[in-house]
């Protein structure tokens, strides 16, 4: 559905320069915009891509609209105009209400009226879905399972145990929410199970990605707070507690019972260890291993950088020898303070 | 189902000092227990919790005992036993044997009358499971699946191949095994697929955590025994063995043909790579880099914790230079010596 | 189905020392080969076992076929011919054309009359299947779904928004592709979700482990070329490009928009960040930490391999203060310096 350019200008805020009749029916990148589309420029290492572009507009700041070939759209944040612009132009799938023949809903679930329950669901008795809820394919939804109004559950998402999903959420595929934690006590050289009894409670406006998993409280409860975005893969173990509007980039693991802040931005692949606290408004780089608190908002890193493989074992084999490489500078140190005296 | 104070001291043991007639219904931690609820003290960072607890009584040892503001039941391992009494309240959800009638069962399968099998199941032909056996919602097993007496696969489980799931065991979630193992063989720049006809076999009692991937058999068998507890999103490569008792924490990755030895402890997001042995009794901190076999039971690590992002910086950048620092040590001291040796 | 071995040497090439009339039932390892089996050495790691053989025959190259004690198929290659004898003694399961009644196909799906849709699947009304396709068990493929001739979905793949997989893929269970791409403009602490509306284009002959994610693209698409390989539980970012014929070990994780090249060879748990650039025929050992692009063709590493974790604390307590130690070594140089200037 094309939008008048300057309809847009005008809902989303800006400065226009050029012809606000062109229609956008679409977004792009700008080496691939063409025709009726809007592209953005927010990176400077796209800024080659600029002078070249055949966009019918382009959302960019200031000091970049001299440059511009094409219409120009100048707002100070090129890219958050640019997603509200794509959110309008792109808005999630419409779907009917109701609930697919071949969905299986137990006696017991609540399901609202305009919500959408897909083929090859099952719904358990004690399940509760929410106004202009979409439950799409192949969801499997069996304890006791709340889903509050407007979110979505793209597809092949499994929610157990005990599981509260907040409003306008985005849930995708391969999700598990609610699992067991690992919860287990040594005794004489095998484990005991401790039940894991506490629900995961998520807020809203959260989304999370393809495959990750979030297990349910142990005695209390998982809690992922309002605006929190996770990627693919993550793993959250139970107890653990994520402030509202951090963001978590995929295959990073947080161990039970820690709790992150607000407003962090963490990296892929991270490792944290259990019962930690981290702050508010803490980056962690990714791969990173988080072995302590961290306790004052700054950006945070670990790890070391491919180099050639015969690098690689030459420094690896250093490192091993480094406690050793260290007393010797400090012996060399004394000798040359002993000298000194002896002077 | 609430039960006397004095009747599970009766049968997991310890020593009472309160009130034995007291109903336990529930158990929560030290800072939230209240009413009939039972708490633990095993962890002496939450001995700080203990004298405002409002416990209907807390599991803990003798040198605590003193100190508990409410009834105490002492025993030798408080964290053992409150594993048995939370076992003992929140017994596994109980179900009523039969096969849903949104179950797919092909001809052929077999399945105990003792069995429950939920909806939206898939059981092929060669299917095969024993008594007490609850299969949830969602689950595809499709190949020679043997599944044996009273384990449970929460739901969305897909076993697929040749896989023996023994008796007793639990299976999160999202959980595949049997998928082929990474086999190819290179060719001209190519690879071929060496076919992947092994089994995955799982033994007793093992409990396995949301979105794990087991894969079968190269040519022998993939084996888990008994006993052996994988969190989530683990993987293990195929003809991996692990002996009884093991435990591995989240995100954790055995490449294939690895043996891991009994009781071994290896924590999360460790990488183990291929065809090595790792001995019984070893414990293994989360993220690391296993690349060789480990002989002897103990505690092994590797990674560097997270630093202020600019110190990281410089010691990753110094890192690249440790060989060359080392060679520079090493002539300060030969320069050491060579004056010495002139005097 | 048992094979003359005679017939197998005239069809795969190379010299045979020893009786061709055997028949040849199976494959299996060199030490636990039996009656009608073939075996092979490839990896002088395995030598030991040769002598002991009781295999039928075994392949394996010129300079072992003196100590061969059964019949000896000689090869230049042993691998990769015993990888296509494998494949014609167990080629992919047979199955019949047809939809499974319990499937859920919506009017507007084409699917070929050659192909099979699996019990409790769910194809949507863009989903359009070719000839000799096996869609297995409990998939679900909603959105703008196409899947070439002869691919195969072996159960539990969930494709969603616009995916395009080739022709021969083997697309193991707990896959899904197509899922949102993680992306987010930053707006006064809060996160706008950018549309993510690329697709994902999987080439021919493509293998994917099970539960590995491919994310679409944001704009533009995620495109992994002819002949990839991946292993289970990898992560793909949106935009990202594999070059034909690159396989990739388990647990690895590719960030956004960066492009490997063709030929490469990538370990188990990789982290990769976005926006880069790997060039062809790179190999990057397991665990490595790649933050810039690799330009050159080589083998690169990183990472620290485990050892006891007494030595461990020791060294990483030296490794933060590695910038400092570096320091001192430089002023004992320029002390050495300084007394030889001063002499």
């Known amino acids: 559905m094309a939008r008048r350019l300057a309809d847009l200008v005008?809902?989303?805020?800006?400065?226009?320069?050029?012809?606000?009749?062109?229609?956008?029916?679409?977004?792009?990148?700008l080496n691939q915009a063409g025709g009726a589309e809007l592209s953005f420029l927010a990176n400077t290492h796209y800024h080659r891509y600029l002078k070249h572009t055949?966009?019918?507009?382009?959302?960019?700041?200031?000091?970049?609209?001299?440059?511009?070939?094409?219409?120009?759209?100048?707002?100070?944040?090129?890219?958050a105009v640019f997603a509200r612009v794509a959110q309008c132009l792109y808005p999630a799938a419409p779907f009917t209400a109701g609930i697919h023949p071949r969905a299986v809903v137990e006696p017991g679930a609540s399901i609202d009226a305009t919500a959408y329950v897909g083929a090859n669901c099952y719904l358990g008795s004690e399940v509760n879905i929410g106004p202009g809820v979409y439950i799409g394919p192949g969801c499997t939804l069996s304890g006791r399972i709340t889903v509050a109004r407007d979110s979505r559950l793209a597809a092949s998402v499994t929610l157990v145990g005990t599981v509260q999903v907040g409003?306008?959420?985005?849930?995708?595929?391969?999700?598990?929410?609610?699992?067991?934690?690992?919860?287990?006590?040594?005794?004489?050289?095998?484990?005991?199970?401790?039940?894991?009894?506490?629900?995961?409670?998520?807020?809203?406006?959260?989304?999370?990605?393809?495959?990750?998993?979030?297990?349910?409280?142990?005695?209390?409860?998982?809690?992922?707070?309002?605006?929190?975005?996770?990627?693919?893969?993550?793993?959250?173990?139970?107890?653990?507690q994520i402030g509202a509007h951090t963001a978590i980039a995929a295959c990073t693991a947080v161990a039970g019972s820690t709790r992150i802040g607000a407003r962090c931005a963490i990296g892929g692949c991270v490792?944290?260890?259990?019962?930690?606290?981290?702050?508010?408004?803490?980056?962690?780089?990714?791969?990173?291993?988080?072995?302590?608190?961290?306790?004052?908002?700054?950006?945070?890193?670990?790890?070391?950088?491919?180099?050639?493989?015969?690098?690689?074992?030459?420094?690896?084999?250093?490192?091993?020898?480094?406690?050793?490489?260290?007393d010797r500078v400090r012996r060399l140190e004394t000798a040359g303070t002993d000298k000194l005296h002896n002077k």
């Open 10 to 29: 005008t809902e989303f805020g800006g400065v226009l320069r050029g012809d606000g009749s062109t229609p956008i029916a679409g977004i792009a990148t």
């Open 271 to 326: 490792g944290i260890v259990g019962h930690l606290e981290i702050s508010d408004d803490v980056q962690i780089t990714g791969m990173s291993m988080v072995t302590h608190s961290i306790r004052h908002p700054g950006v945070y890193s670990s790890g070391i950088p491919v180099e050639e493989n015969a690098k690689w074992k030459r420094n690896a084999a250093r490192y091993r020898q480094l406690d050793d490489l260290a």
């Open 167 to 240: 409003a306008r959420c985005l849930i995708h595929p391969g999700c598990v929410f609610g699992a067991d934690g690992f919860g287990f006590a040594p005794d004489h050289g095998e484990w005991l199970k401790i039940p894991q009894i506490g629900a995961v409670i998520i807020g809203n406006d959260v989304e999370v990605g393809a495959n990750t998993t979030i297990d349910r409280g142990a005695l209390e409860d998982t809690v992922i707070h309002d605006g929190v975005k996770l990627d693919n893969q993550i793993q959250i173990g139970h107890n653990v």
């Open 54 to 79: 055949r966009a019918a507009a382009v959302l960019l700041r200031e000091q970049d609209a001299a440059e511009c070939p094409v219409t120009a759209w100048v707002v100070q944040d090129p890219y």
